[in-house]
């Protein structure tokens, strides 16, 4: 029997999906309120922080092309000047993925070569700076690709995915983040596929959500079918900082890898000047990030934490 709480999902799900253009069987639910989500920060080279956002509509569509006088943003309440603005389909500017498969004996035929079919769509949207990893979720989950621009490598590693094992889904989350975060470039996400709830796993799901929250990696959430953790799955997505979807069937996971695939590619990178403030009054304070679409003002909020060496000085 499901809970009210996941019925309550599975019916948001539903409306938003009517707004997803060349989608309309699926479901997707953003995993925060704002329009603004912030999905990484890096103040590594103080008093310049880089932050990369993901600006997206009601239906979790990102929303491209917008200027730089669109943004602006404060932190600790004081405004910062916008000296750079980037995005992520600009050459050069990559994201390392890993992508995660579950693999478990539920996922045997249809699924598992949709599954297949989803993943091939999303790498060929990869541009030639993006690197990939490829992990397959069951009893034990395993690394089958490290991360590559090999584009027939990565291919290679998602059609030799095979049926095995139960759903082992916290640990495959925490192989995940590990692996993201060994990832070569400063931009990371993890794009994690599962059809059930965790079985005869040993991993404890509130320390894989601690894991994802130290983490810089964006994480966007694919469930597969009705007998999926709802409740886990939406968890995990608010906690990395990115987006649940829903995938009523499997013919239906190919437009959502798409979009995650869009996700991706349509982010904005913004460089900040924080010169103006003292490194101890920013340490641990609010960073704010309005972006003007239309006559609307969509905002996000994170806290930034600063090196040690800096607030040593």
């Known amino acids: 029997m499901r809970s009210i709480n996941r ?3 599975l019916a948001i799900s539903l409306v938003l999906a009517c707004f997803l253009a060349g989608a309309a069987s699926t479901t997707s639910v953003s995993a925060q309120s704002s329009n603004v989500q912030i999905t990484s920060t890096s103040t590594d080279a ?4 880089v932050a990369t956002i993901t600006v997206v509509d009601g239906s979790g569509q990102p929303i491209t ?20 603005l980037q ?3 600009d050459p050069g500017i990559g994201v390392a ?5 579950d693999v478990s004996g539920s996922m045997a035929g249809p699924p598992l070569e949709s599954a297949r079919a989803a993943g091939q769509a999303l790498i060929a949207q990869l541009g030639p700076s993006d690197q990939a990893a490829i992990v397959s979720l069951s009893d034990q989950p395993a690394e089958l690709q490290a991360f590559t621009t090999d584009k027939a490598a990565k291919s290679a590693a998602v059609s030799s995915l095979a049926i095995g094992g139960n759903t082992g889904l916290y640990a495959a989350v925490e192989v995940s983040v590990r692996l993201a975060d060994t990832a070569p470039l400063p931009r990371r996400a993890i794009v994690l596929l599962s059809d059930g709830v965790d079985i005869g796993g040993t991993a404890d799901p509130a320390q894989s959500l601690a894991a994802v929250s130290e983490s810089s990696a964006l994480v966007i959430a ?4 009705d007998s999926i953790d709802q409740d886990y799955l939406s968890q995990l997505a608010a906690v990395g900082r990115g987006q649940f979807s829903v995938a009523p069937a499997p013919a239906d996971l190919t437009a959502l890898y798409q979009t995650a695939a869009a996700v991706l590619r349509q982010q904005y990178v913004l460089t900040l000047d924080a010169g103006s403030l003292d490194p101890n009054v920013a340490n641990g304070s609010t960073l ?3 972006t003007t679409v239309g006559a609307e003002v969509l905002a996000g909020e994170t806290t930034i934490a600063l090196p040690a060496a800096v607030l040593a000085v």
């Open 7 to 9: 019925q309550a999902l």
């Open 46 to 49: 103080w008093p310049t922080i």
């Open 65 to 84: 092309g917008l200027p730089p006088e669109a943004f602006s943003a404060t932190l600790a309440g004081a405004e910062m000047e916008l000296t750079g």
């Open 87 to 89: 995005t992520t389909s």
């Open 97 to 101: 993925v890993v992508l995660t498969f």
């Open 222 to 225: 694919i469930g597969l079918g």
């Open 288 to 290: 704010r990030i309005q």
